[in-house]
């Protein structure tokens, strides 16, 4: 992205960065998190990032009051347009879609607000809204912007954000993850998880399975994946137990931090062959999102900033 700004006359007259330049670069990490949490994708979200910086390079920066409220209201405004059209493609997707997994840093894990809104469970949730909706809630509850500037961003009014505001929150309150656990609670329900999966353990599975248990996979229509959700806990550890991955090739499972909680890398043949994230609620996992289609998986071996 700073290429992409040193090519529309990014540097100043010293060598240094053009004040357009150095206040984007200061706030990119900001509007990639906002993008990202609209919309799932990172890829989608950087193309919203160079659009964004596009129309950045463009400005009278004196007539600006706050840089970055601007920012996030043009951020806001393409990542509401490509969410339109995104959600036209994905009733195509072949199987359940999944977000595009990243690989964050062990400290995003300390804000357990920030590491909630950008893991797989929130973002899957995120997806029951309509496009205004999910950008008035990630504006208000994740970023804490006031009404004013949520209404700018989203063309409504003070009021009618309000009100999309509160019917937002009630959608996902009756959605999002209860009983939160602690990271190290977290990583021990996955180690175990992923202990009893590697080994084919069926009672490990059991002890570690909540009874409602979801599991999803996203192979994208390219390398096999379930082709809809397997629900209830024998179901689930019937399913794990007999292979999720294979067994009959050279294969590593590595622990990392996958969207700000713990999940489990996996190669084949020293290739990554996919990524699973799991959703932990008093103590057991409720959720467990395989991500294997190639297209997801190119965040996976280098870390994506996220911040609020």
Known sequence: ???????????????????????????????????????GSAAD?????????????????????DRR?????????????????????RESYVGPWLPEPL????????????AESVSMAMLLVLETLQPTERAVFVLREVFGLDYDEIAEA??????TVRQIAHRARGHVAARRPRGAVSPA???????????????????????????DVVALSDGGGVRQALLRPVVGIDNVARLLAVGWWKRDAER???LVQ????????????????????VRVENGYVTGAYHVRNPEKLSRVERETAVTR
Request: proline share 3%; charged share 25%; aromatic share 4%.
């Open 1 to 39: 992205m700073v290429g992409a700004a040193d090519r529309v006359g990014g540097m100043s007259e010293d060598g240094g960065l053009a004040p357009a330049t150095e206040t984007f670069v200061a706030h990119r990490d900001l509007l990639f998190t906002v993008a990202y949490e609209m919309l």
């Open 45 to 65: 979200a950087e193309d919203v990032l160079q659009e964004t910086w596009l129309r950045w390079a463009d400005v009278d920066l004196d007539a600006v009051r």
């Open 69 to 89: 409220a601007y920012l996030v209201k043009v951020t806001t405004r393409q990542a509401l347009m490509r969410l339109r059209a995104l959600g036209r493609r």
């Open 103 to 114: 690989l964050t840093a062990p400290d995003v894990a300390e804000d357990v607000e920030l």
């Open 154 to 159: 989203v063309g409504r009014n003070p009021a």
């Open 185 to 211: 609670e977290a990583q021990g329900a996955l180690q175990a998880f992923q202990r009893a999966v590697e080994t084919g353990d069926l009672q490990g599975l059991l002890d570690v399975l909540a009874p």
């Open 252 to 254: 590593s499972v590595e």
């Open 258 to 277: 996958i969207n700000g909680g713990p999940g489990l890398l996996v190669r084949v043949d020293g290739e990554i062959d996919g990524v699973v994230a």
